[in-house]
Every structure is written in structure tokens, then in C-alpha cells.
């Protein structure tokens, strides 16, 4: 049986550069085709109701021939009697006025999506990295919130890590390490050898790259359980991650927010 799942794009405009693609996140899962396209239109044009035309970091309108910002803008004059291009600048947001298909057209005609829905059988597995240092999944951080590593294939999940540039390291304690090793005497070895696990005797944590292979190798060979593994997960897990993820990422924006109005405050 097939299982349609909406997957939200993550981009990253940090620094100024432009805008990349740095993740996803799978949503919810749907069994029929039709359900999902609804669900999955909605979600891009609420999407693009609170998407920022004009803001520093979006270099979508930069990317466009001109002609075709020539024909959003007559796209939406025609539904509003408003132009959203005035000498070449692009306004802050779409009119208010227009219908929801109104704006999904305008999605459809600039071809940029924030999500977009994959289709996979019920037994698909996916491949994600365990810390068995840590007892639980690897996540990485991107804003506030933490996102689960993983891909459709072991080989797919390293490559993809690559291309989205996620920094594939982590800290772990010296003394945790010492506790794992053989001996503490190679696990030394391990440390002069490999300049890229950043170890120093002053400090109490030693840096390590899970995508230096060499380094990996030799260092589960002094240690009497591999630092990580690749496991699989069905769809059901990944999801119950996502969510769990997506929370957490809720709960560091109120705080976040919370905070932020309390520094606003001047009293009365």
C-alpha cells in the first residue's frame, strides 16, 4: 500500500549568502492521493501569505528574468487591480484580496515550493545514524529546532549530509571515551594521529568528524563498541521523530518569544 507524506523544505540564508536548501521535515501522512494535494496546497499558500517578497535574505525575485517578474505582476493586477513591481522593485507582500487558487497560481507560475509530497510503501526503510555514546539518534540543530538525519539508503544519507553541509561532528567527553576504549594508551595513538578530531589534554572534550572514514575505522578499533551506527527506521518512527522534533522546535520559539517581549517591556 502506498503512503503520501508531505515533506517541508528547510532553506538557510545565513551570512547573507543565498538561500539554500538545508533539510526536511516529514509531516503528516495521508493514504489517497486526493487528500494529500489538498492538504499540500494549503500548506504552500499559507506558506507564501507570510513569505516576505522583499526581504534582504530572499533572492528568489534576483534569480527571475525579468519577463517572468513581468508576468507575476500582471498575474496579480489581474486578480487585485494591484501591482506588485514598481520599478523593478518587488513589494513586501501579495495583496490581501486575493483567493486562495489565486495565490496558488502565482506559486505554480514562479515554481518555488516550500513542500512537496513523496510517495512510499508501507515497508520502505530509512537509514539514520545512531550515537551509541549518547543512546539516541543523531540530530542536528537549524534555528531553534532539531532535525533528524536520514535518507532512503546508507549511501544516500552520507551523500546528502554532504550536500546539504551539515557539520557531520559532534563533542564528546575524554572520559567517556577513555571508558570505551580497549586502552587508554590507544585511544592516545588515535588522538596524535588524526589532527582532525581536535583533541587537546587541556580540555575535557574531544571534537570528532563522523565523516572522516579513516578516522572512524581506526577509532572502532580501539573502542569496544563503535561511536555510531547506521540503523534503520521505518515510517512510522520517522515521523514519531519529526513530530517530537517539531515540538521541541515550538516550545524553544514561545520561550524565545516570551523573553523577547519581556526585554520589550518598559512598565508602566
Known amino acids: ?9 528547510h532553506f538557510d540564508s545565513r551570512f547573507d549568502e543565498d538561500e539554500r536548501l538545508v533539510g526536511f521535515t516529514l509531516m ?25 517578497l522583499n526581504e534582504k535574505n530572499e533572492s528568489w525575485y534576483s534569480d527571475c528574468e525579468k519577463p517572468l517578474l513581468n508576468q507575476l505582476d500582471e498575474l496579480v493586477f489581474e ?14 507582500n501579495l495583496p490581501d484580496c486575493l483567493e486562495d487558487d489565486e495565490i496558488f497560481e502565482f506559486i505554480q507560475k514562479l515554481d518555488i515550493y516550500s513542500y512537496e509530497i513523496c ?36 549511501e544516500q544519507l552520507f551523500r546528502s549530509i554532504k550536500d546539504i553541509q551539515i557539520d ?24 596524535n594521529r588524526f589532527s582532525s578530531m581536535e583533541y587537546y589534554p587541556a580540555y575535557p572534550v574531544v571534537r570528532i568528524s563522523y565523516d572522516d572514514q579513516q578516522l572512524i575505522e581506526v577509532l572502532d578499533a580501539v573502542l569496544k563498541q563503535p561511536i555510531f551506527a547506521v540503523r534503520t527506521l521505518s515510517l512510522a518512527q520517522v515521523l ?24 520589550a517591556y518598559q512598565g508602566e
Open 240 to 263: 514519531w521523530i519529526e513530530k517530537k522534533c517539531a515540538d521541541i522546535g515550538l516550545k524553544k520559539q514561545k520561550l524565545w518569544q516570551e523573553q523577547n517581549a519581556s526585554f
Open 168 to 191: 557531520l561532528s559532534d563533542y564528546v567527553e575524554r572520559a567517556q571515551l577513555e571508558d570505551m576504549a580497549i586502552s587508554k594508551a590507544a585511544l592516545m595513538e588515535v588522538f
Open 119 to 154: 510517495e512510499f510503501q508501507e515497508d520502505v526503510q530509512f537509514y539514520a545514524i545512531w550515537l551509541n555514546y549518547k543512546n539516541r539518534w543523531m540530530l542536528v540543530s537549524r534555528g531553534n529546532k532539531p532535525y533528524l538525519v536520514y535518507d532512503t539508503s546508507r
Open 28 to 52: 503528516d501522512d495521508f493514504k489517497d492521493q486526493h487528500t494529500v494535494e489538498i492538504a499540500w496546497k494549503s500548506l504552500e499558500v499559507e506558506a507564501l501569505k507570510t513569505f516576505i
Open 1 to 9: 500500500m502506498t503512503t503520501y507524506v508531505i515533506r517541508k523544505k
Open 79 to 92: 486578480h487585485s487591480q494591484q501591482h506588485i513591481l514598481t520599478d523593478n522593485q518587488i513589494t513586501e
